[in-house]
Antibody
Framework: HLVQSGAEVKKPGASVRVSCKASGYTFTSYGISWVRQAPGQGLEWMGWISGYTRNTHYAQNFQGRVTMTTDTSTNTAYMELRSLRSDDTAVYYC????????????????????WGQGTMVIVSS | DIQMTQSPSSLSASVGDRVTITCRASQGISNYLAWYQKKPGKVPELLIYAASTLQSGVPSRFSGSGSGTDFTLTISSLQPEDVATYYCQKYNSASFTFGPGTKVDIK
């Protein structure tokens, strides 16, 4: 499964890094996607990183402000979001993503079948 | 970018009712469509992938259909534990965009 780091409180303009440690499957055979949900809002996909190649694809809304990385020695994925604003207040989730190599699938395998427990990030002055 | 829409945005139905939620893609996505259930304070749960394949462990009252641009999620007999928001997600290209969600509650 996926275990995420704990809640964070940050000031506007700061950065936050959330971790997601995988167990129970071969980390390099999948990717990790990050999804967030702001209070009262829907699910928003932020981007993907390959557990094998470390290739990334970020959603347009976050390009230039987000960096996703992995550490295969500890089977951990990280998501760093910079220049935080109050509307970045949300629960951030990692999810196992079927894309191992490329940022697209050639067959519609199961999408996000395993999720982390979520990390609450509050941005407030 | 392909946009996803869902209808209705919310619905209220009685226990035992058949409930249908629609998801539409602005361009064809073949059958690269998933459905998730999200309850407040809980982690999203994958219900359906490849538009119509039931994820392991999901009750058989959930079913999905469609291809191309139009998709449906059906709950054949609504149960109290099905109160949740349901999201579709397209995953045919690099961006795995979610729909805006449909909130389901009990009348």
């Amino acid at each position: 499964h996926l275990v995420q780091s704990g809640a964070e409180v940050k000031k506007p303009g700061a950065s936050v890094r959330v971790s997601c440690k995988a167990s129970g499957y071969t980390f390099t055979s999948y990717g990790i996607s990050w999804v967030r949900q702001a209070p009262g809002q829907g699910l928003e996909w932020m981007g993907w990183i390959s557990g094998y190649t470390r290739n990334t694809h970020y959603a347009q809304n976050f390009q230039g402000r987000v960096t996703m990385t992995t550490d295969t020695s500890t089977n951990t994925a990280y998501m760093e979001l910079r220049s935080l604003r109050s509307d970045d207040t949300a629960v951030y989730y990692c999810a196992r993503d079927p894309r191992m190599l490329d940022d697209f699938l050639t067959v519609p395998t199961p999408a996000f079948d395993i999720w982390g427990q979520g990390t609450m990030v509050i941005v407030s002055s | 970018d392909i946009q996803m829409t869902q209808s209705p945005s919310s619905l209220s139905a009685s226990v035992g009712d058949r409930v249908t939620i629609t998801c539409r893609a602005s361009q064809g996505i073949s059958n690269y469509l998933a459905w998730y259930q999200k309850k407040p304070g809980k982690v999203p749960e994958l219900l359906i992938y490849a538009a119509s394949t039931l994820q392991s462990g999901v009750p058989s009252r959930f079913s999905g259909s469609g291809s191309g641009t139009d998709f449906t999620l059906t709950i054949s007999s609504l149960q109290p534990e099905d109160v949740a928001t349901y999201y579709c997600q397209k995953y045919n290209s690099a961006s795995f965009t979610f729909g805006p969600g449909t909130k389901v509650d009990i009348k």
